[in-house]
Every structure is written in structure tokens, then in C-alpha cells.
């Protein structure tokens, strides 16, 4: 079971935040994500598009490389479930690397004035 660091968001705005989260994770090589908006994607494939992903996680193209582009979306087919968001760590990860994920985090959805609770599992 891989270790994942799962994010319920508590809005509005639900969906600024879910993107403000996928842009944490571009910058963030140690994991791939998951969240509502991916999972219900009519096709996720489009994603692995250097072009498209730059795009989508509203980031320059040449912040995004096409290696990144082919692991940023996770393929373990671990459920949201109750979770808006979910980082999927490839190594278990530190308590300073969930440190840091949380530090990102907060700074990253306090302008947007919602709260979140962070349960990593694995």
C-alpha cells in the first residue's frame, strides 16, 4: 500500500483550491496526485501532453517536462473517497517531507480563505 497524504478541502472555494494543490504537486517530484477533478476527467491520457498539462496545472511549459508530465497523475488506482485531493508519496516520505507539504500548503490556501485537513495513511 503506498503512502498518501490525503486532503479534505473545507470551502468555497473547493475548486481554486483543488488547482492551487495540483500546482504544489508540479514543483514536487516525490509524488503524483489524484483528485476530483483528474478522476472524473473524460480522458486523463491528455494530461501526459507536455502542452496540455503546462494548461492545465496553470504553470509555463517549460516548468513541466514531459518525464513530469507521464508521473504526475497517479495510476495506483488508490480511491479519493471522502478526500478532495490526495498526494501519493514514492517513497515513504519523512515527517520533514509532510512538514513541508503542510507548511506549502497553508501558505498556498490561506489567501483563498478556506480550511483543509491533511490525513497521510501507508
Known amino acids: 500500500m503506498p503512502t498518501v497524504s490525503y486532503i479534505k478541502i473545507y470551502g468555497p472555494p473547493v475548486y481554486d483550491a ?6 504544489i504537486a508540479v514543483d514536487m517530484p516525490e ?13 486523463i491520457r491528455a494530461l501526459y501532453d507536455r502542452e496540455y ?12 517536462d ?11 488506482g488508490e480511491k479519493l473517497g471522502d478526500y478532495d485531493f490526495y498526494y501519493e508519496w514514492f517513497t515513504k516520505p519523512t515527517m520533514e517531507q509532510i512538514n513541508l507539504l503542510v507548511k506549502k500548503i497553508d501558505k498556498t490556501l490561506k489567501p483563498l480563505g478556506c480550511g483543509y485537513t ?3 495513511k501507508g
Open 18 to 23: 483543488i488547482k492551487e494543490l495540483e500546482k
Open 31 to 43: 509524488v503524483c496526485i489524484m483528485d476530483t477533478l483528474i478522476e472524473y476527467a473524460p480522458d
Open 53 to 64: 498539462a503546462s494548461s492545465y496545472f496553470g504553470v509555463l511549459p517549460s516548468v513541466i
Open 66 to 76: 514531459v518525464e513530469r508530465c507521464s508521473t504526475i497523475i497517479s495510476k495506483s
Open 118 to 120: 491533511i490525513t497521510t
